[in-house]
């Protein structure tokens, strides 16, 4: 099993409308879960942390956390063309950073 | 003013060649690493090393040495390069021993822009 796994895409959705990103882990005991945003030709830069179970909301992003379920979500409300990204899911523990091969999002004007 | 720098940007040599990238950053960082994105997208840890001690070291060619004079730079050199080392090499910085450290802080790891090395 791949220690993060994300649905490769691409996930179309129309500008305006809400884009939902998942993201699931293998190992029970990540510490810290974190939102990536990846522009093609550009490094990762992050968006959004979040460590306990629950929602997490920063502006028209929210990060959902479900440990049970070792599942994290990334939701970015009123998707706008500038959102057209691949959005890596990570996962740490101790001193190490896994990453997900990331979902490619395509926002339609 | 950048905070993950790194050189070249852009690298194309011939198979055989030996190359170095740099890195610097200016964040105070303990931690710096070095991670390759292949053609597929996918970001992979290769090393990382706090206060210039190795303390992560992947599956990786010994024809990869890192070396770091001093915490705020570790550079990466590659010896007698191959067709498969054609990716993205991106130099990153954390604080602490890693994104682990501190859980709930959201110590996290920021990238440099990157280093495209093609080999032909």
């Known amino acids: 099993q791949k220690e993060v796994e994300q649905n490769s895409g691409p996930l179309s959705v129309p500008e305006g409308a809400i884009a939902s990103l998942n993201c699931t882990y293998s190992?029970?005991?990540?510490?810290?879960f974190f939102w990536y945003r990846q522009y093609s030709g550009k490094s990762p830069e992050l968006i959004m942390f979040?460590?306990?179970?629950g929602d997490k909301e920063d502006g028209r992003f929210t990060a959902q956390l479900n440990k049970a379920s070792q599942y994290v979500s990334l939701l970015i409300r009123d998707s706008q063309p500038s959102d057209s990204a691949t959005y890596l899911c990570?996962?740490?523990?101790?001193?190490?950073?896994?990453f997900g091969k990331g979902t490619r999002l395509h926002i339609l004007p | 003013d950048t905070a993950v720098s790194q050189t070249p940007k852009y690298l194309v040599t011939q198979m055989g060649n030996d190359k170095s990238i740099k890195c610097e950053q200016n964040?105070?960082?303990?931690?710096m690493y070095w991670y390759k994105q292949d053609s597929k997208k996918f970001l992979k840890i290769m090393f990382s090393y706090n206060n210039k001690e190795l303390i992560i070291n992947e599956t990786v060619p010994n024809r990869f040495s890192p070396k770091s004079p001093d915490k705020a730079h570790l550079n990466l050199h590659i010896n007698s390069l191959e067709l498969g080392d054609s990716a993205v090499y991106f130099c990153?910085?954390?604080?602490?021993?890693?994104?682990?450290?501190?859980?709930?802080?959201?110590?996290?790891?920021?990238f440099g822009e990157g280093s495209w090395l093609t080999v032909v």
């Open positions: 190992d029970r005991g990540s510490q810290s």
């Open positions: 990570a996962v740490s523990r101790d001193d190490k950073i896994i």
């Open positions: 979040i460590y306990s179970n």
């Open positions: 964040l105070g960082h303990d931690t």
């Open positions: 990153a910085s954390s604080q602490g021993l890693g994104p682990g450290q501190g859980v709930g802080s959201g110590n996290t790891i920021y």
